[in-house]
């Protein structure tokens, strides 16, 4: 399964902090790989260069330029899990896509009394945000 990246942000000190789109968030230590990758070597001489990250298109990975870039499996399976507040907390867009169903299918499951506004899930202006626990206990585990 891949962990598809919402964000990433350069840390102080050579470290990535990516939030992936189930709702999880990861602490990564680029400095682990300055001795196993040369062209990660770059970032020493160029910090910019490492404060220029972006989350790669489609959310597979992370980029700094045409030579250096960071696969999400790598990200998640050896990033420390950090706590933030918005843990488990996921985008209806971002639900609909891990569990395969429409939007629709959420906004009637407010209405019929199934997720409870408040509990379950919460608009944020424009935004629905639904919890993972919610996710999980209505439509099963992700697909």
């Known amino acids: ?83 933030t507040p918005f843990d488990g907390l996921l985008a209806f867009s971002d639900a609909t896509k891990l569990w395969g169903l429409n939007e629709s299918t959420l906004r009637k499951a407010i209405a019929y009394g199934k997720l409870i506004n408040g509990i379950d899930v919460c608009k944020y202006g424009k935004q629905w945000v639904i919890s993972m626990d919610a996710m999980r206990r209505e439509y099963g585990q992700p697909k």
């Open 1 to 83: 399964m891949f962990h598809k990246i919402k964000s990433v942000s350069a840390l102080p000190d050579y470290y990535l902090f990516v939030q992936f789109s189930e709702g999880i968030t990861k602490k990564y230590d680029v400095k682990l790989l300055f001795e196993r990758w040369k062209p990660f070597r770059e970032f020493q001489r160029n910090p910019e260069l490492f404060n220029g990250v972006q989350v790669d298109t489609g959310g597979y990975g992370v980029v700094w330029d045409d030579n250096l870039d960071l696969g999400c499996e790598e990200l998640y399976e050896n990033g420390k899990t950090v706590k």
